[in-house]
């Protein structure tokens, strides 16, 4: 009669564990089940790299206000990585700034920097990468790929140019910037990851018309066709000559880095997944040709 007793126990223990288990699973079984999709669907937006959790911008998350003649900056600011960045084909592709034509580089001094990774040496190239340019063939910025022991980086001003030699690598990401003193001036100050490569001082500075542009390899005046794919990031454009200060803050808060100095900011194009002006002037870009956005571009990258 015990053991029986204790076999009715036993038994009746069993089912309570069991259906406990039972209604256990149908409580939490849903949110379990919810939290998995939500982790797929972050792990397909690169919001994961590697084993650590890393925050990635939404498009358009940090932006420029300009209202009633304030200027401020609002968002999510904090240098978070991009979702995304632009990826040129490396023949004919660019980005075109239609609106940006009335900038007078006679008299007035800029500063333009962009974050890029570009490709390695090719030996039939004669052009690099134009990683951002006002006026079309009259002041820019370039990384060129001509040498084969380094980056040369290139600030032209009216086609004038003298190439300056930095110890950036290929196929990594590297922030580049030109100042431009105006006002006449001839002297450009060229960097690399806020390094001063040194002043270049030739050409001659004039007004121009026409669009402003964001890449394009050259290969439509040259006739190149063996420049690789490259890629680009958070272009900005000032109506004034940054500091080496500014510059190296802006270095420090990375590939998605906010502007400084937000009152002189002429354009601002993060290239994440859009070709829109953030800087709140409207300067939208045009897709040219050649130009996708990657959401895994994060290779060759590494935070200052």
């Known amino acids: 009669m015990l053991r029986m007793r204790n076999e009715i126990m036993n038994r009746l223990v069993s089912g309570y564990r069991s259906q406990s288990a039972m209604e256990y699973l149908m409580t939490y079984g849903w949110a379990i089940l919810i939290i998995a999709v939500v982790l797929g669907v972050l792990f397909q937006l690169g919001v994961f790299s590697g084993s650590a959790l890393t925050p990635k911008a939404a498009p358009g998350s940090c932006q420029v206000i300009r209202l009633g003649g304030q200027t401020s900056i609002e968002g999510e600011c904090q240098g978070q990585l991009p979702q995304y960045v632009a990826s040129f084909n490396g023949v004919n592709s660019g980005i075109t700034i239609p609106g940006l034509t009335n900038f007078n580089i006679n008299t007035q001094s800029y500063t333009m920097c962009a974050w890029a990774d570009v490709p390695a040496y090719v030996s039939n190239s004669y052009y690099g990468p134009v990683l951002v340019a006002i006026h079309y063939a009259s002041s820019g910025l370039t990384a060129y790929t001509q040498n084969p022991t380094g980056l040369n980086v290139l600030g032209w001003l009216d086609g004038a140019f003298s190439l300056v030699q930095g110890s950036a690598t290929w196929n990594a990401w590297h922030y580049y910037c030109v100042a431009y003193a105006g006002q006449g001036s001839t002297s450009r100050t060229v960097y690399i990851d806020a390094n001063s490569l040194g002043v270049i001082s030739s050409g001659t500075a004039g007004a121009y018309t026409g669009y402003s542009q964001i890449g394009n390899e050259g290969a439509t005046c040259c006739g190149d066709t063996a420049i690789p794919p490259y890629y680009e990031s958070n272009v900005q454009i000032y109506n004034t000559t940054l500091s080496t200060n500014d510059i190296h803050a802006l270095y420090l808060e990375g590939i998605g880095g906010a502007p400084v100095k937000i009152q002189n900011l002429i354009g601002w194009w993060p290239l994440n997944g ?26 060759g990258y590494t935070p200052p």
């Open 274 to 299: 859009n070709l829109n002006d953030y800087s709140g002037n409207n300067y939208n870009g045009q897709l040219w040709a050649g130009v996708s956005f990657d959401g895994n571009w994060s290779s």
